[in-house]
Each structure stands twice: as structure tokens, then as C-alpha cells.
């Protein structure tokens, strides 16, 4: 009962979040190309989503916070850790 109430909001197996950003990334090149290519592309990137949705729900919202709070720091290849930005 506790995963059911805490599981995020998931569409055709994926969270929301993940299924909006590629049907607008999808729905972008396929005005950029003219090709129906893009949709087969698409689909497989779906499937992958769908692959990491089953172990950790919420990957994609993890990593949209680690790139926004995580910046690459100047000393990066120095000390090999980023900083954390508030």
C-alpha cells in the first residue's frame, strides 16, 4: 500500500514527466526532419524509459535535479566531484 501511495504518476509506463519531455523532443524533430524515422526513434527511447521506470520510478526527475543542482565545478578535473548549489 505505501508504494501504490508514494509510486509518481505514470503513463504507458513511464512517469508523466519522462512521456511529456519525449513527445516534445520527438514532436521538435519531427518538424526539424520530416521524417518518419523520429517516431521509431522515439519509440525505442520510451522503451528505455520504461526499462529504468521498473527499477527506480523516479530516474528522470532524479536526474533533471542532479544536472540543475550539480553544475560541473572549474577545479572538476582536478579534485573529480562537483560542488552543490543551493
Known amino acids: 500500500m505505501f508504494v501504490a ?3 509518481p504518476q505514470m503513463f504507458a509506463g513511464v512517469t508523466y514527466s519522462y512521456f ?3 513527445a516534445v523532443i520527438a ?4 518538424l526539424v526532419f520530416k521524417s518518419l524515422w523520429v517516431v521509431v ?3 525505442i527511447v520510451h522503451l528505455a524509459g520504461v526499462v529504468l521506470c521498473v527499477r527506480e520510478p523516479r530516474f528522470f526527475d532524479l536526474w533533471l535535479t542532479r544536472v540543475g543542482k550539480c553544475p560541473r565545478v572549474r577545479n572538476h578535473k582536478i579534485w573529480r566531484c562537483n560542488s552543490y548549489r543551493p
Do not use: H, P, Q
Open 5 to 7: 501511495l508514494t509510486r
Open 20 to 22: 511529456t519531455a519525449n
Open 27 to 30: 514532436t521538435e524533430l519531427f
Open 41 to 43: 526513434v522515439a519509440l
